[in-house]
């Protein structure tokens, strides 16, 4: 089944320091991904998104994430978070008529 | 900056009855989708609609849900009889091309309490 797992459900960082966040796809072609970011309730936006093409895609917010095909995998990646940063982030993927997300993962900022 | 719209933000309902929620998509978009998620799990999908019908479901769009896009702005889903475990936050999405191509815009939900 096409899908994507994002294995770490909380991450906690502090804050200026680097953020990592994994999600592994199984899809039969090469799928399209997405990250979303949702803040404690508000809805879903979009970070970036990744269709073909090169592999290192930018986001806002100095989001940025890298397609790795052989890894089948999508990590999400800021270099120095921030204390707005603490939200849940979805990893998504795509077919033509629905958009399916991982089980997300906290990020939790410590001053 | 166009948005996705969805009413009521909360609503409170007695098990048994019946729900609509409805969303006003952004109005070039032809794609439509509900999602829900209820608390602490992940977002799930749940139906899209394009070019007046359904064009996929989830398993958990059972006979007791339906969409429909009434006129040319919203686009409604109802629960027909609701149970405690239909009680989750309910996104609305839409988007200019499939999902495949296209970026879904998100609503800020609908948060459905059934007692």
């Known amino acids: 089944a096409q899908s994507v797992t994002q294995p770490d459900i909380h991450i906690t960082v502090s804050e200026g320091a680097s953020l990592e966040l994994r999600c592994n796809y199984s899809y039969g072609a090469t799928p399209y991904l997405f990250w979303y970011v949702q803040s404690p309730g508000q809805g879903l936006q979009l970070l970036l998104k990744?269709?073909?093409?090169?592999?290192l895609v930018q986001g806002i917010k100095g989001f940025e994430a890298e397609f790795k095909r052989s890894q089948s995998s999508f990590n999400l990646r800021k270099p120095s978070v921030h204390w707005s940063d603490a939200a849940e982030y979805f990893c998504?993927?795509?077919?033509?008529?629905?958009?399916?997300f991982g089980a997300g993962t906290t990020v939790t900022v410590r001053a | 900056e166009p948005e996705v719209t969805q009413t009521p933000s909360h609503q409170v309902t007695q098990m048994g009855q019946e729900v609509i929620l409805r969303c006003v998509p952004i109005?070039?978009?032809?794609?439509f989708y509900w999602y829900r998620q209820i608390l602490g799990q992940k977002v799930e999908f749940l139906v899209s609609f394009y070019n007046n019908e359904i064009s996929e479901k989830s398993e958990i769009f059972d006979d007791q849900f339906s969409v429909e896009r009434p006129d040319g702005s919203n686009f409604t889903l109802k629960i027909r009889s609701t149970k405690l475990e239909d009680s989750a936050m309910y996104f609305c999405?839409?988007?200019?091309?499939?999902?495949?191509?296209?970026?879904?815009?998100f609503g800020e939900g609908s948060r459905l309490t059934v007692l």
């Open positions: 999405a839409s988007s200019e091309e499939g999902a495949s191509t296209g970026e879904l815009f």
């Open positions: 109005s070039n978009h032809l794609y």
């Open positions: 998504a993927g795509s077919n033509d008529y629905k958009l399916s």
């Open positions: 990744y269709f073909s093409g090169d592999t």
